[in-house]
């Protein structure tokens, strides 16, 4: 038996089979609901109304025709970040296929939680438009062990089908915009972190998430870009970079190939801050890479009122005159709060002794009558920094450095662009001794695919990056755990 099923903000109608969820008929009718804990009841952000009572869409069975209000229009408005550092290179893009006379390339950064599309001239390099949206997959769950756990249980097909067509309808949507056609593409090189990475060419996940959590794949793909039904020139080509180990991807092969950090002559930090915190420490001499589980607390997922950085998110949170302020993107009313404004937030908690060095909040705080931060978001804060800060440390550890003798801190990735480095320091992320060293080089990692489409030598220099680059995995290293819980604190010296 089916129902109607109406989604009367999207204006959007679907006939459902009985014992179908909400969610799953959201996701069939195509309005890529958010599911960050992968259906599994627990994050809560699936919510919609049915008959004026608010349910979990993920929990809520179809058994009688429904009108649905999910609170949405269908429209996304999310900053994605594309700008990367502008690193200026030789064109050389060697031998193409298609013998055509104008031909187009292209580099895709597929990242857990949006997929970043740049159209390049085939002729002399230039970046002739971008596209950008989403990923999908955050229906099945918002970070990579939630989407690789979906896989295993319920197939890979579903999470590359889903990327695969996104990258599809990106491409196509970029190529005409600017008058051109996607089959007049010859050549794509993609980048993502492992999971991104396996579940687009439907690789088994199951290496990943089981010890000693190693990809099964880390060379270098080189394919025709129909066997994974993207629908360019019948010849094209699609081009993976390679995989350094665990969950760090190609894409922070990308990122050290568009900062130049395997060239440095002095100790330098990469940082990747996403879901998925991806880290490098070294220079010319040496690079040692790790990746930590920072969780989805900066996109919003597991924090209350969290939500992504989209019209509506409070970004920013300031101290005006001992009064705690606050920007919206849009200027509008808040409807929550993202990742760059909870570490503000917390950094002006303890500046005005709102929370103490432990995390201790004694109440709930309110922005807005709607929009709080309570005492279990700041423990996911606490969570998520502490993790990248006991990877940096760890790192140090590692090939014996001093923080003190770090040089330079890049912060790659969209949510290192927003976010604010004195809050970062304040509440114990990022290394306070490093404040004024710390500079943001924008998405280097869809960068770095754009620079190894259009340069044959330096996609050959990719390939050499990941035998140069060691990697550290932090669960199996048995000091790892104590480092992590002396991060879980804020610095006392912050208390205002």
């Known amino acids: ?3 109607q099923i109406i989604f009367a903000d999207e204006k959007t109608e679907y006939r459902a089979e009985e014992g179908m969820t909400v969610l799953d008929a959201q996701i069939a009718a195509g309005l890529r609901p958010d599911a960050f804990c992968g259906g599994k009841g627990t994050c809560g952000k699936c919510s919609v109304t049915i008959d004026g009572e608010t349910v979990l869409a993920c929990r809520t069975v179809i058994d009688r025709d429904m009108v649905v209000y999910t609170g949405r229009t269908g429209k996304e408005h999310t900053q994605i970040l594309m700008k990367g550092t502008g690193r200026r290179i030789r064109f050389l893009p060697g031998e193409l296929p298609g013998n ?11 990242g857990s ?9 085939g002729r002399d390099g230039r970046q002739l438009g971008a596209g950008s949206r989403l990923n999908p997959q955050r229906q099945y769950g918002a970070d990579v062990v939630s989407r690789c756990s979906y896989a295993m249980e319920n197939g890979a097909e579903i999470l590359s089908g889903c990327i695969r067509r996104t990258v599809n309808e990106l491409l196509q949507e970029t190529a005409r915009r600017y008058g051109r056609e996607p089959e007049e593409i010859v050549r794509i090189v993609m980048v993502g972190n492992s999971c991104m990475h396996h579940l687009f060419l439907e690789i088994p996940t199951k290496t990943l998430v089981l010890a000693p959590y190693t990809p099964a794949v880390t060379e270098a793909v080189s394919m025709k870009a129909s066997d994974c039904q993207i629908s360019i020139h019948p010849q094209g080509e699609l081009l993976w970079l390679p995989n350094i180990g665990g969950f760090v991807g190609s894409d922070t092969v990308g990122c050290v190939l568009a900062s130049g950090l395997d060239q440095a002559e002095e100790t330098t930090l990469l940082v990747d ?8 420490l070294g220079d010319r001499n040496g690079m040692t890479a790790c990746s930590t589980a920072a969780g989805p607390a900066f996109e919003g997922a597991k924090i209350t009122c969290g ?9 920013h ?3 005006e005159e001992g009064k705690i302020k606050f920007h919206v993107i849009g200027d509008g009313e808040p409807a929550g709060i993202c990742g760059s404004g909870l570490l503000d937030a917390a950094a002006c908690f303890l500046k005005a002794g709102i ?17 709080f931060l309570n005492q279990q978001d700041i423990r996911e804060l606490q969570l998520a920094k502490a993790a990248i800060a006991a990877g940096i440390r760890s790192l140090c550890l590692h090939r014996k450095t001093e923080v003190a003798q770090i040089r330079k801190l890049m912060i790659a990735g969209a949510f290192g662009n927003y976010l604010n480095p004195d809050s970062a320091c304040a509440i114990g992320m990022l290394p306070a001794e490093l404040r004024d060293r710390i500079s943001s080089i924008g998405n280097a990692a869809g960068e770095g695919a754009q620079i190894a489409a259009l ?8 390939l050499r990056l990941r035998e140069e680059t060691e990697f550290l995995e932090l669960a199996l290293d048995p000091g790892f755990q104590d480092i992590y819980v002396d991060e879980l604190g804020f610095p006392e010296e912050e208390m205002g």
């Open 113 to 121: 939680t949006t997929v970043v599309v740049y159209l390049l001239d």
């Open 355 to 371: 929370m103490d060095e432990t995390g201790r909040l004694p109440q709930t705080y309110y922005f807005t009558d709607r929009v």
């Open 455 to 462: 340069n044959v030598s330096e996609y050959e220099h990719s």
């Open 100 to 110: 055509l006379e104008a031909p187009l390339l292209a580099a895709v950064d597929v």
């Open 317 to 319: 949170v300031y101290l």
């Open 307 to 315: 939500m992504r950085g989209s019209e509506g998110a409070i970004d």
């Open 273 to 280: 801050i996403g879901t998925n915190g991806e880290i490098v």
């Open 1 to 3: 038996m089916t129902y």
